[in-house]
């Protein structure tokens, strides 16, 4: 057991109670447990497998390889449509992290097993996503925008095609575009300062 972690759930507002049931269970399977993002995380040979963590409304224990997981039971769930990899289950008691105890062994030695043998997630790659067409018609414009973009790591391209395509109306996604039209020209993601 990670003091960092005793740290966290002694801090933990909501979900304590739970977050300490789901702590055991994955110990129990042999993991190593450290504190990654601020919520305890439980790795293979350095390999992150799962995570616990709490939301307003459930706790949840992510897997982060959830999408090579047979799932018989129904209960890996993806958080948004843009998850690729991570799957989650999502508790919003101890007794059903109780019922689904062997359940949730399973998955994670399971888990454990994708690692052993090196899996890996196979990636949409950047050109299957959709161009929001407000992005193209500006970048189609501006052939400076259009360079840049293209020059931008993959990650970054689908951080800012994702974040563009979000909004419903097609008025924010033009002042979203516009509004990230200086960091694209300046080789800058998303997130980058």
Known sequence: MN??????LKRAENWQEEQAKLR??????????????GVPC???QESNVVLIHAFKEYCALLFFKGALLNDPHGILLRQTENVQAARQARF???????????ILKTYILEAIEAEKAGLQVAFKKTAEFKIPEEFQKIAD????????FEALTPGRQRAYLLYFS????????????EKCMQQILDGKGLNDR
């Open 141 to 148: 414009k501006t052939p400076a925008l259009k360079t840049a």
């Open 24 to 37: 055991n269970i994955v110990l129990d399977c042999g993991l190593t447990e450290e504190l990654k993002w």
């Open 42 to 44: 439980y790795t293979f």
């Open 166 to 177: 979000a909004p419903k109306q097609s008025s924010t996604r033009t002042s979203r575009v």
């Open 3 to 8: 003091p960092k972690v005793d740290a966290y």
């Open 92 to 102: 919003r008691n101890v007794g059903e992290i109780v019922a689904m105890e062997s």
